[in-house]
């Protein structure tokens, strides 16, 4: 079965920088899209940032300019570069996997950023 295996979270202080790690795992299909995901208690998930391939990236406008989605050509492993960390990046990450149509989801991994 599917697995995405997130690490790499943690606790920073503000203008911190973290490294996230994905890695899909139990599929003969590369996905044909990776993203990052962000939540925190009482509000709706957050797209941070999704990954196609090495010409083809996307950020949302709060992460644009301090986050930088990288991966390989098979997109089944995925890295997540943050910089310049603000307390209001503190959240769980989850990465996302699109396989054959269907998402997929890891369990979510911690990022504190502190003041």
């Known amino acids: 079965q599917v697995q995405l295996v997130e690490s790499g979270g943690g606790l920073v202080q503000a203008g911190g920088s973290l490294r996230l790690s994905c890695i899909v795992s139990?599929?003969?299909?590369?996905?044909?899209?990776m993203a990052w995901y962000r939540q925190t208690p009482g509000k709706q998930r957050e797209f941070v940032a999704g990954?196609?391939?090495?010409?083809?990236?996307k950020y949302s406008e709060s992460v644009k300019g301090r986050f930088t989605i990288s991966g390989d050509n098979t997109a089944r492993k995925v890295y997540l570069q943050m910089d310049g960390l603000k307390p209001e990046d503190t959240a769980v990450y989850l990465c996302?996997?699109?396989?054959?149509?269907?998402?997929?989801w890891g369990q979510g991994i911690q990022v504190t950023v502190s003041s």
């Open positions: 990954y196609i391939n090495r010409a083809n990236q």
């Open positions: 139990g599929t003969i299909y590369n996905p044909t899209a």
């Open positions: 996302n996997a699109k396989i054959r149509a269907t998402d997929f």
